[in-house]
């Protein structure tokens, strides 16, 4: 997906990046490194926006210290002599004395769990051509060696449908299914009704298809709108679900006519069991959310956001529902919800015992989330219809800031209403559950402990929201997948996810169906880095791997 680039202030607190960890070397090792990786195709901001977004971010010197010695054997340049090979030498005996050792869970003979790989979101161009098909090769054959089960790549519609309406051209992805079928590898394919790009540091930029931001320049409304009027291009609005804008089309029949035209275009891949499954996009970065905290807004870690409902149609909507509800003065957006870099506690909406809670807090989030909802139900029927004995799945956005709060502040603004004194996700796995849809979740890699020492004032929790998010999808019998939010390379990371993935004591059994990892790249292809990898793959799928230091 577009991994939403900066989805979840991913990329600003990276885990064990090489971005950040160069906190003590020069400027120009720093530039050459990242110089480096832009060269390869489809990288994203993901992991450039570590870089740019307020600098280098600084984290634990330990961890940094560890994770720079093992990017330092593969990624030399000419500053490097400054430091010279005798400091190598006095950090090796440095971190002997501190390292703690990682302690691990056997995973022998445990279920076997999917492991896919995301694909860059450059491999295909505007002009739904395979960048690089020998490339290509070469990487599915090194993944196929590793033993994992497929790869996930996004089916942009800005490529597909982009220049005329109900004008398909898939060429591209054709030759990259022929080229995954070859490789005995499986697909993950997401159906991005999103824009790709447009964030620090990206180099991919894919828009919503030309006709559509034609409709935009004359009738704005059909986008996402804050408080103060801004337009948010990266997806349309749920208020056109069902308003005929798009040249005599729905924004919701323009999404089933894709996915049906994928359907009939790529049959002999689904009858073949090649495509395992179909992610449907359902927002921003093709996660079920409102765009709360856009960057290019100005937002930043761990900012609230701000509700995005103030576009013509879904004020439209709430204008209805407060009048059904008897109180026609309701028919507003909170007045004192703040900016998006607004902490809960400087807000009258936000903060303990504030508005949100209120008669019309309850009135207006409720509102707010129902048509979250909704847009998820209308679009998941009809991706039934399209793709009917397929496994589909949607993605959920892992806002992990302000969870220890009482309001929840960042959840509600992406339209997750979650308050500490409701679950906000039970109603979001009813409705999966009722198309028979699976969830796929982020940020199962990070730890609770990171957060708190990175950013102590987030209060955050990813540890909780992802356990709450896990056992409300497995209440409502739905299956869990999950992806990492952050490139991940390290022992304890992959520890982390094993540990969610296959829940220790678990009285039923129950763990994911499927893993996908967040990206390929030259990063993961290091031999050091691609070693830790397979081992991971293979404590996935429950085989025996060695050196354990076992708890």
């Known amino acids: 997906m577009a991994v939403s680039s900066i989805r979840l202030a991913r990329c600003l607190r990276p885990r064990n990046v090489a971005f950040n960890v160069i906190v003590n070397s020069s400027v120009s090792h720093t530039q050459s490194f990242v110089a480096s990786m832009s060269r390869f195709r489809g990288s994203s901001s993901e992991y450039n926006l570590c870089c740019f977004s307020g600098g280098i971010v600084s ?20 500053d490097d002599h400054i430091l010279g090979d005798s400091m190598d030498d006095i ?53 196929k060696s590793a033993n994992v089960d497929g ?21 591209g992805y054709k030759k990259l299914f022929q080229i995954v079928r070859e490789h005995k590898l499986k697909l993950q394919v997401v159906m991005s009704f999103h824009k790709c790009g447009g964030n620090v540091g990206d180099n991919v930029h894919i828009p919503l298809p030309e006709w559509v931001t034609e409709i935009g320049q004359t009738n704005p409304d059909i986008y996402f709108t804050d408080r103060k009027g801004r337009r948010n291009t990266e997806c349309l609005t749920w208020g056109i679900d069902k308003e005929r804008v798009l040249k005599g089309r729905t924004a919701v029949e323009a ?14 891949f689904f009858e073949g069991g090649i495509i395992s499954e179909i992610e449907v996009g359902l927002g921003p970065c093709g996660e079920l959310r409102y765009p709360s905290y856009p960057a290019e807004n100005g937002w930043k870690y761990p900012g609230i956001g701000e509700f995005q409902c103030y576009d013509k149609y879904l004020m439209k909507s709430l204008s209805k529902a407060a009048e059904v509800r008897g109180h026609s003065f309701w028919a507003k957006g909170p007045d004192n919800a703040s900016s998006y870099n607004s902490a809960p506690h400087e807000t009258r909406f936000f903060c303990d015992g504030g508005d949100y809670d209120s008669y019309y807090g309850r009135f207006f989030l409720n509102w707010y989330s129902r048509v979250l909802i909704d847009h998820g139900d209308r679009v998941l029927a009809l991706a039934n219809l399209a793709f009917e004995g397929t496994c589909i799945s949607a993605k959920i956005s892992g806002i992990h800031w302000w969870y220890k709060t009482a309001s929840h502040a960042a959840e509600l603004t ?6 500490s004194n409701r679950d906000g996700y039970a109603p979001v796995a009813a409705m999966l559950s009722k198309h028979g849809v699976g969830l796929n979740f982020t940020c199962v890699e990070m730890r609770t402990l990171d957060q708190h020492e990175d950013f102590p004032e987030a209060l955050a929790d990813p540890e909780g929201l992802v356990w709450q998010v896990l056992n409300a999808a497995w209440d409502a019998c739905i299956p869990v997948a999950s992806e990492n939010a952050l490139p991940c390379y390290d022992r304890e990371g992959y520890n982390k996810i094993l540990e969610n993935a296959k829940p220790q004591h678990d009285p039923d059994g129950r763990h994911l169906s499927a893993f996908t990892y967040l990206r390929l790249s030259p990063v993961l292809m290091e031999r050091e880095n691609f070693t830790e990898f397979e081992r991971f793959v293979k404590r996935m799928h429950g085989e025996a791997v060695g050196e354990f230091n076992l708890n």
Request: hydrophobic letters at 40%; glycine letters at 6%.
């Open 255 to 268: 999404y089933f006519d894709y996915m049906r035209s994928f359907r009939v275009e790529f049959d002999e």
């Open 59 to 78: 984290f634990s010197a330990l961890r940094a210290r560890n994770f720079a010695k093992v990017r330092d054997r593969g990624l030399r340049t000419e």
């Open 91 to 143: 950090e090796d005996e440095q971190d002997a004395d501190i390292r703690p050792q990682v302690q691990e869970r056997d995973f022998t003979g445990t279920a076997y769990v999917p492991v896919y790989v995301m694909l860059p979101l450059g491999v295909i161009n505007m002009n739904c051509e395979l960048v690089d098909p020998e490339g290509l090769r070469n990487e599915l054959k090194i993944l």
């Open 414 to 419: 992406a339209g997750f209403y979650n308050p």
């Open 151 to 171: 790869v996930m790549v996004d089916c942009w519609w800005g490529i597909v449908e982009g220049n005329a309406p109900q004008v398909y051209n898939w060429s």
